[in-house]
């Protein structure tokens, strides 16, 4: 037995002064859907493999890495008592398609032994819909299924849930964050059951796309912890938030036991503890009378888009709030507007980031509102009042008051009723009529009482009079506020465009991108969102001037929209792409409009 020892060291020994190293790269499937996950393998393998540095996946704006593992393995061969070996290590991608078409994976580079080896580009047809292709059947070298969870697996493998603070005001933003623990290589991570919040308004701050491990103790042992998840939790009344456990599906390979042995895969379903934190009611001391629920730290303002204008013309006023804390659920003041003031139009909208791990935002209310008569009128100010959990005291804050100067209107103005001492003129003369004649004769009509008897004809012209001009300045206000709809119809598109990275998927994301081509097409052509039939709009828009190609594409897209949104799950279109395409035909149809 020591003899036979002894000739595997020699022969290893000799056959290890040679080199012969290969890198190749390799692709589980060189076909696949919009969505689907592409292994990506690169081969290290050699008689003898000296240091080896693992190779970078270029970045690149056609994949996206959401994993990566390793594996090593030996081969021995004994023929005619003469033994070889190979090695083989694997450097494992996960890797995910963000467009369809052709796309390449592109060459990687390899470090052994500081000399440089370069894999080959490879191709990958990537689909946008249609049948799955036909997945390898059962038995086969493929269908390797990971073995069951082992006894151990809860300690080899875990999720750890912890908040940043134990005890919290209603509506005070609590961060939670999700990491993985492992002793084991992963192989492949997928969610089983996401995390439920019960009592709480809940922003995701993170969620990781690709695994950045760190190595921590506990328990005297060595883990990779790997941040999974961040999320913001508003608490929404007094009580608990409680939250439901994580669970993930977790394939990992276990190292070799022997020397003959390559470890093993099993799959292991990796779950947290739940977690409770304590919500603090609002302190009732210094509650400010309108006090609406806020709480966080904000600003607040009131502005308007002019402080001049004629009468029959459209103001714009905006409220404000911006700030760190929950803005989606703030209710913002309404502001008084003065009598004479008409109220045609209201919009509020959201925008969210996220700074360090704070929840920021801004919510705003934009008001359209017409002067009906001439004069100084003031708004007076407004007040927004919030809870600062960090002071732990309320906080009120004022508006400045704003000053309107309203001018008499372009055209008709305004006919006020005519008493006994004005005159009325009719035509180019005056006929002067003795003023106590009792009985006027024209012709055949005699009218009794004489003049008196028309003392209605002056009143019912005054009131044509009043109605016309009340018709022309309600005319012309409806083609101001026509106008700035339409001055703002791509700026709108924009916003919710924009909105489309944020989508919470794929069915939010479409319909965003559907809302933006018709609201914008209706503030353009002057008609409803909801009355826009697309071949009546398009004609008009080829009337004003708009490419046709400019139309086709827009039409196209309403189709992809269409099709997508009854599409199986996985097999959607390229949002974002689907909606930068959008913004250029919007844009194109704005500087037409902007020309004629």
């Not at 020994?13 to 393998?41: M, P, R, Y």
């Not at 990992?252 to 409770?276: H, M, N, T």
């Not at 210094?286 to 308007?304: E, I, M, N, R």
């Amino acid at each position: 037995m020591r003899a036979l020892m002894l000739h595997l060291v020699f022969a290893l020994s000799i056959v290890f002064a040679a080199e012969d190293i290969t890198v190749t790269a390799s692709v589980d499937k060189t076909t696949a859907f919009l969505g689907d996950v592409i292994t990506l393998t690169v081969t290290v393998q050699g008689r003898k493999l000296p240091s080896v540095s693992a190779p970078r996946f270029p970045a690149t704006n056609d994949w996206s890495l959401r994993g990566t593992s390793s594996s090593t393995s030996t081969s021995i061969q004994i023929i005619n008592g003469k033994m070889t070996s190979s090695k083989t290590i694997d450097y494992i991608y996960f890797i995910i398609p963000q467009r369809t078409g052709k796309l390449v994976i592109p060459s990687m580079e390899v470090l052994v032994g500081g000399k440089k080896y370069r894999t080959k580009p490879i191709t990958v047809n990537i689909l946008s819909g249609g049948a799955k292709p036909r997945q390898p059947k059962k038995g086969g070298p493929s269908a390797r299924q990971p073995a069951r969870q082992p006894q151990s697996a809860e300690q080899d493998v875990f999720i750890g849930v912890d908040a940043n603070k134990k005890s919290a005001y209603q509506g005070e933003q609590i961060t939670v964050y999700f990491t993985l623990y492992s002793r084991l290589d992963l192989v492949n991570l997928s969610y089983k059951k996401d995390a439920e919040f019960k009592n709480a308004w809940v922003e995701t701050i993170f969620e990781a796309t690709r695994l950045q491990p760190r190595v921590v103790t506990i328990g005297g042992k060595r883990y990779y912890a790997f941040p999974i998840k961040t999320v913001a939790a508003f608490p929404l009344m007094p009580g608990y938030v409680t939250v439901e456990p994580m669970e993930l599906k977790c394939v990992v390979q276990y190292p070799p036991r022997s020397f003959f042995d390559f470890g093993r895969r099993a799959e292991i379903i990796a779950r947290s503890k739940p977690l409770k934190i304590k919500v603090l009611s609002l302190p009732e001391a210094g509650k400010p009378d309108g006090f609406t629920g806020a709480v966080g730290k904000f600003s607040f303002s009131l502005k308007a888009d002019r402080d001049t204008l004629s009468v029959g013309d459209a103001l714009g006023i905006t409220v404000r709030v911006s700030g760190a804390g929950n803005i989606e659920t703030i209710t913002l003041p309404q502001p008084q507007f003065p009598q004479d003031f008409e109220v045609f139009d209201k919009k509020e909208k959201v925008t969210k980031d996220v700074k360090g791990e704070q929840v920021i935002g801004t919510k705003t209310a934009e008001y359209v509102v017409v002067p009906h008569s001439e004069g100084e009128f003031i708004i007076p100010p407004v007040e927004f009042s919030y809870f600062n959990p960090r002071t732990r005291k309320y906080v009120k804050l004022s508006s400045d008051s704003i000053r309107i100067v309203v001018g008499p209107g372009k055209g008709v103005s305004v006919v006020g009723p005519v008493g006994r001492s004005r005159i009325v003129a009719v035509g180019g003369d005056i006929e002067f009529i003795k003023p106590d004649a009792l009985r006027l004769t024209v012709g055949r009509l005699s009218l009794p009482n004489g003049l008196r008897a028309l003392w209605f004809i002056p009143i019912e012209i005054l009131a044509i009079l009043g109605v016309y001009a009340y018709r022309l300045r309600y005319e012309r206000m409806l083609k101001d506020i026509k106008r700035i709809k339409a001055s703002r119809a791509f700026k709108e598109a924009q916003r919710k465009l924009s909105g489309v990275r944020r989508a919470k998927d794929a069915a939010q994301a479409l319909s965003a991108i559907y809302d933006a081509i018709f609201q914008f097409i209706a503030a353009k052509l002057g008609i409803e969102a909801g009355a826009v039939i697309f071949d009546e709009a398009a004609a008009k828009l080829m009337e004003k001037g708009v490419p046709e190609e400019t139309i086709e594409g827009l039409r196209d897209a309403l189709d992809k929209i269409h099709s997508s949104r009854f599409a199986p799950a996985g097999e959607h279109c390229d949002v974002v792409e689907l909606s930068e395409k959008v913004r250029e035909y919007l844009k194109t149809i704005d500087e037409t409009f902007g020309r004629t």
